[in-house]
Each structure stands twice: as structure tokens, then as C-alpha cells.
């Protein structure tokens, strides 16, 4: 049998179903860096099922959309309930240096992982300089 022992974390549920916490989309933890060529970002979503994760870009932002829905069977008296449960919401605003139709995802033991490559225009190139005669003076002897 399950027992209780930090009471305080009652508390803190109560205090979210009051003050309506519990039902506004949470945020989900989440890391950026730059590797190379690509923006790589990780979100952190355990326990959610691939199916209800919804990417969508538009201009510039994209929002990243997962539910977590309660392992309980519907009907059955929830002893401990300290996992969150419901819908995850994060925005990110990109650059208009990232090339957004070639975005990958990916979703292994409940981290999301998008890859945003830079687009080719905003990638650093060298600059070919060509030369001529006319910079020259040519000596006559």
C-alpha cells in the first residue's frame, strides 16, 4: 500500500486546483545550443505518448503542444497524484537565419529532440575577389 508522507504536497495540489494552476497548459523544461550547422533543442516530456505531441511552425514561431493523460483507469481512487498531468505548451521564436522547412524531430525516452538546421544564405561564405592587370604598374626598362 501507498503512503503519504509530505503532507505539504496536498497543500500545493489543493493550492492549484483553487487558484486554477492545474488547468492552464504547463511549460516544459527545456535546453538550446548551437552544434555545427544545426540548433539543436531537447524538451523534456516523460511519460507522454508520441502521438499526442503536435509541432506546428508559423512565421517564425513554433509551438510545441503534448498531453500527459493519467495512468489511473477512469473510475479508480487516486491515493498519490504528484505527476502533472494534462497539456504542455512552449513557443519559441526563431531567427529568420533558420531554414524552418527542414526541421527535424525526434522523441526517445521522453525527451523531444528538434534539429533546426541555419539556413544556407545565413551560413558564413567566403568571398571570391578577382584581380586584374589594371591595379599593376608595369615597368618598361
Not at 522547412?101 to 533546426?116: M, Q
Request: glycine share 8%.
Amino acid at each position: 500500500m501507498l503512503m503519504r508522507t509530505d503532507p505539504f504536497r496536498e497543500f500545493d495540489r489543493l493550492a492549484q486546483q483553487v487558484f486554477g494552476t492545474a488547468n492552464r497548459p504547463a511549460a516544459m523544461a527545456m535546453d538550446a545550443y548551437r552544434s555545427g550547422d544545426d540548433f539543436i533543442v531537447h524538451f523534456d516530456l516523460p511519460g507522454i505518448d508520441p502521438e499526442t505531441i503536435e509541432l506546428d511552425v508559423e512565421r517564425n514561431v513554433l509551438s510545441v503542444r503534448a498531453e500527459r493523460r493519467s495512468p489511473a483507469p477512469e473510475g479508480a481512487e487516486l491515493l498519490v497524484a504528484e505527476r502533472p498531468t494534462g497539456t504542455f505548451t512552449r513557443q519559441l521564436f526563431l531567427g529568420d537565419t533558420l531554414d524552418t522547412d527542414r526541421i527535424d524531430a525526434s522523441y526517445e525516452a521522453g525527451v523531444l529532440t528538434l534539429r533546426i538546421p541555419v539556413a544556407e544564405q545565413a551560413k558564413p561564405r567566403r568571398i571570391q575577389i578577382s584581380g586584374g592587370d589594371s591595379g599593376r604598374k608595369q615597368l618598361s626598362g
